[in-house]
């Protein structure tokens, strides 16, 4: 009875949902991605960003953003992407000359962000420090140029991060750190430059980070779900503050049935859920939550409502 309620409650519900993180050009999406976008709306998502994290991957997420007028989308090299150019056979020089041309030709209604870039220390056995390093900068001249925000990622990289992202803060305009899961004075110092924080299921996954969500701000506050991960674990502390429960079925087959989730696979529709744990964690009402968490992404990615 406790998910039948909830189910409809969110229906019912007026609040605005945008989850700014779903990786929806992902392979795993493809056989049921008609009903993944009718979840998501049932459970009051509104708006939906699909991020790029390479350029094949940037085109397939605009095409998908096509498909509604309340999608968008972002062009990037992922860090754990940074050695795409190298298996493409092509040089930085060249892929970004490429990525660009994408950029230039994209209508920027759809196209919102430059990214998703930035360091992922975590990750280098998909992606080597040096070939991140390489591939992080220009993503700031492509940003400056076209007059876009930054779409950002930070994995446990010390100062690299934020040293790159001061000194090129210049070339643009505002950003968000998205599905940050870092220490608070880590937070702090990205809000200091003027940027949102994106919290996601990962953000939540332990009692340190949910001690850093609970510290930022409301009006740098953006929430995700960066599906297909970073869905908020049984095992989690978070978990138990979880109050919408959505039937999970095994297997990666095509759902046979629409109201049922992949277990072990994140999608837009629980956005209700990392936002219930947010609005535990700070204490404040989860219609507050997602009205600033909306507001904020209006204003980040330059959307009218």
């Given at each position: 009875m406790k998910g039948i309620a909830a189910l409809f409650r969110t229906m019912e519900a007026k609040t605005k949902l945008f989850d700014i993180a779903a990786n929806l050009a992902d392979e795993s999406f493809k056989p049921d991605i008609t009903n993944v976008f009718a979840r998501a709306k049932k459970y009051g998502v509104e708006k939906l960003l699909m991020a790029g994290t390479y350029i094949e991957d940037s085109k397939r997420s605009y095409e998908l953003s096509t498909l509604d007028p309340n999608y968008y989308c972002t062009a990037g090299i992922h860090p754990c992407r940074a050695t795409q150019p190298a298996v493409d056979k092509e040089t930085y020089e060249q892929y970004f000359a490429k990525l660009e041309e994408f950029i230039m030709s994209a209508d920027k209604g759809k196209l919102v962000a430059v990214g998703e870039c930035g360091l992922d220390?975590?990750?280098?056995?998909?992606?080597?420090?040096?070939?991140?390093?390489?591939?992080?900068?220009?993503?700031?001249?492509?940003?400056?140029?076209?007059?876009?925000?930054?779409?950002?990622?930070?994995?446990?990289?010390?100062?690299?991060?934020?040293?790159?992202?001061?000194?090129?803060?210049?070339?643009?305009?505002?950003?968000?750190?998205?599905?940050?899961?870092?220490?608070?004075?880590?937070?702090k110092e990205i809000i200091s430059m003027?940027?949102?924080?994106?919290?996601?299921?990962?953000?939540?996954?332990?009692?340190?980070?949910?001690?850093?969500?609970?510290?930022?701000?409301?009006?740098?506050?953006?929430?995700?779900?960066?599906?297909?991960?970073?869905?908020?674990?049984?095992?989690?502390?978070?978990?138990?503050?979880?109050?919408?429960?959505?039937?999970?079925?095994?297997?990666?087959?095509?759902?046979?049935?629409?109201?049922?989730?992949?277990?072990?696979?994140?999608?837009?529709?629980?956005?209700?859920?990392?936002?219930?744990?947010?609005?535990?964690?700070?204490?404040?009402?989860?219609?507050?939550?997602?009205?600033?968490?909306?507001?904020?992404?209006?204003?980040?990615?330059?959307?009218t409502a």
């Open positions: 220390y975590d990750k280098f056995s998909y992606a080597d420090k040096e070939s991140q390093l390489k591939a992080f900068p220009p993503h700031f001249d492509l940003a400056n140029k076209y007059k876009l925000p930054m779409y950002l990622h930070e994995r446990n990289t010390g100062s690299d991060f934020c040293n790159i992202v001061k000194a090129n803060r210049s070339k643009f305009t505002t950003g968000v750190v998205h599905s940050f899961t870092g220490p608070i004075d880590k937070m003027d940027l949102y924080v994106g919290v996601t299921g990962c953000s939540l996954r332990t009692q340190q980070t949910m001690d850093m969500v609970k510290e930022i701000p409301l009006d740098r506050l953006v929430l995700e779900t960066d599906s297909p991960y970073c869905r908020i674990r049984p095992s989690w502390p978070s978990s138990k503050l979880v109050k919408t429960e959505i039937r999970q079925v095994k297997g990666k087959k095509m759902v046979p049935e629409p109201e049922a989730i992949f277990r072990d696979r994140n999608e837009p529709c629980a956005i209700i859920q990392v936002l219930e744990v947010v609005s535990a964690i700070k204490g404040v009402s989860e219609e507050e939550i997602a009205k600033a968490a909306w507001e904020n992404s209006l204003k980040v990615f330059g959307i």
